[in-house]
């Protein structure tokens, strides 16, 4: 059964960080392109940074390239979010998404909430 399980999410004051993590089973996320999004209530979902499978290249969006990170542990089938320099407008429920060529749909996960405040 494919899963993916968010963690890490929390209460944290403003220039804090978090560290996500998103368990992946029932496949391989090695050989996936491996996404981290956010969203707001009443707002679309934002891609906020992007692995690629076999070498690793990352994209982010101008805005977050220096104060998020995303990386994955091939051996643990984790991918993680390092978050800096918090700010209450980071505060949103953070998915994780795993997608190849071929698939209808990518797999999603149940996300992980992100609240900013002082």
């Known amino acids: 059964q494919v899963q993916l399980v968010e963690s890490g999410g929390g209460l944290v004051r403003p220039g804090g960080h978090l560290r996500l993590s998103c368990a992946a089973s029932?496949?391989?996320?090695?050989?996936?392109?491996m996404n981290w999004h956010r969203q707001i209530p009443g707002k679309e979902r934002e891609l906020v940074a992007r692995i690629f499978p076999f070498g690793g290249t990352v994209v982010y969006p101008d805005s977050l390239k220096d104060r998020f990170s995303i990386s994955r542990d091939n051996v643990k089938n984790t991918i993680f979010l390092e978050m800096n320099s918090l700010q209450p407008e980071d505060t949103a429920m953070y998915y994780c998404?795993?997608?190849?060529?071929?698939?209808?749909?990518?797999?999603w996960g149940q996300g992980t909430q992100v609240t900013v405040s002082s």
């Open positions: 998404s795993a997608e190849r060529a071929g698939m209808s749909e990518p797999y």
């Open positions: 029932g496949f391989a996320a090695s050989g996936f392109t």
